[in-house]
């Protein structure tokens, strides 16, 4: 069974253009900077598929180291 959907592809890929391009920006409503990272941006794009309701895995959570 299929751990993306092909759609949620489409959105990694319409980001990782993006990157090239020069037009994909960080933060909340793309108010940081630039993207440059390649990793940054597929997680972008699996960002913007999840918002959209589209077959992606949940986010790992976060551990906090004491």
Do not use: F, H, N
């Not at 920006?25 to 390649?38: D, E, I, L, P």
């Not at 972008?44 to 309701?53: Q, T, W, Y």
Request: proline share 2%; hydrophobic share 25%.
């Amino acid at each position: 069974m299929a751990k993306y959907s092909r759609s949620a592809g489409k959105d990694v890929k319409s980001a990782m253009k993006r990157r090239k391009k020069g037009t994909l920006k960080s933060g909340k409503g793309g108010k940081g900077g630039t993207v440059k990272s390649r990793k940054q941006a597929i997680a972008i794009g699996l960002s913007e598929a999840r918002k959209k309701g589209k077959k992606v895995p949940k986010r790992k959570s976060r551990s906090k180291s004491t």
